[in-house]
């Protein structure tokens, strides 16, 4: 099975915008003081070029949510050339651009989105909005990294013992994961995004893009769909949290992921189980127990909801950059670059340099 991501392109250009129009049956459904609009600028420059290079960018996510409106995604490629790819299935936006070998390879992309906070209300009796049969079993295949049989399914099966309701064994998977992982601030990036690897070595560390995809396997092995949100955290936390939001307004180190799981009984529930985890390392004083009053807090919300102090690019996974000679991403949330020497290192300041800023606009 080729788990690649397929993506259908929109055109090439020199400079060019995406526009997500808001939904009417969404738009006249929503006040204006549920929203706040940000626009996210992230400005790349490859500093080292070597023949014919490359830069890719993730633009904010190219759907309409409950709680993302992506209003436009508009770049500009400095002397290259640029086209925005999608994948609808993913929600995935990508923005390739070209220079030729006298050229400094300089890309900027303006995403200007509008978010508000997320919450599934678990005791709720209501219909949830119908989700369609192809949208559901997409997000129960597994992925390279992201496998559903073998150890991860036995560690599931055993997660979820006596559970008997989607919700039960969503919620056993949650708390699961918050008791037997932890956060390891070495691991570069967000993490590896390799579960296999995880249970069989019992190395529980990792990041947000190992916990969080630990909490999609397990669930989609035992007929839960799931899917990871890949995004950028671009706003202090409302909420009290050093640790889970910005101190200023440059986001270039802000990049996290959240996951969401399908109950049938409410719909998409959006969950982050490496939030909390990363509540207990970093906030003050720092190696908080799990029974402390402020990571208790973290549990409890963030099964069932996020603040959305975070701007989400894709659900994608496993994913093939447009024209790329190297191998696909286990996920993209990091600008892309390559040269005629291959695939640039994405955390190398001395070749790689970027920057994303935010401001919020209301």
């Not at 070597?50 to 759907?63: D, E, M």
């Not at 949830?128 to 599931?156: C, H, W």
């Not at 839960?224 to 995004?231: E, Q, T």
């Not at 950059?321 to 996920?331: A, D, I, K, T």
Request: proline share 6%; with cysteine.
């Amino acid at each position: 099975m080729n788990r690649r991501t397929f993506l259908r392109a929109n055109g090439a250009l020199c400079a060019g915008f995406a526009i997500a129009k808001v939904a009417p049956a969404l738009a006249e459904n929503l006040t204006a003081r549920e929203w706040r609009t940000f626009e996210v600028v992230t400005n790349v420059e490859l500093l080292k070029p070597s023949g014919v290079c490359h830069i890719w960018l993730p633009t904010a996510l190219v759907r309409d949510t409950t709680y993302q409106r992506t209003i436009v995604n508009r770049f500009a490629a400095d002397g290259g050339t640029a086209r925005l790819s999608r994948d609808k299935q993913n929600a995935l936006g990508i923005v390739s651009a070209t220079y030729a070998a006298n050229l400094k390879p300089r890309l900027t992309l303006t995403s200007r989105v509008s978010l508000r906070n997320y919450t599934v209300d678990l005791s709720s009796r209501e219909t949830p909005p119908p989700v369609s049969s192809a949208e559901l079993d997409y997000f129960l295949r597994p992925s390279q990294y992201v496998p559903t049989d073998g150890i991860v399914k036995e560690t599931a099966m055993k997660a979820t013992a006596g559970a008997t309701t989607d919700t039960e064994k969503a919620r056993a998977i949650y708390e699961w994961v918050v008791e037997n992982t932890f956060r390891d601030p070495k691991i570069r990036g967000c993490g590896r995004g390799d579960i296999r690897f995880m249970l069989e070595s019992g190395d529980m560390g990792g990041k947000c893009a190992d916990l969080n995809a630990l909490y999609v396997g397990l669930a989609r092995s035992v007929g839960l769909p799931a899917r990871h949100v890949y995004g950028l955290r671009i706003a202090k936390s409302e909420r009290g949290y050093r640790s889970l939001g910005l101190a200023t307004n440059t986001a270039t180190k802000g990049q996290h992921c959240r996951a969401e799981v399908y109950l049938r009984d409410h719909g998409w529930v959006p969950v982050d189980p490496a939030d909390v985890r990363k509540v207990a390392l970093e906030e003050p004083p720092g190696n908080l127990p799990l029974n402390s009053e402020i990571v208790s807090r973290a549990r409890a919300s963030l099964f069932g909801s996020w603040e959305m102090n975070w701007m989400a690019y894709n659900y994608a996974h496993d994913v093939e950059l447009p024209g790329s000679q190297g191998n696909p991403l286990v996920y993209f949330m990091y600008p892309q670059a390559e040269t005629a020497e291959g695939r640039v290192d994405a955390f190398d300041p001395d070749n790689f340099r970027y920057e994303i800023m935010v401001t919020e606009m209301g």
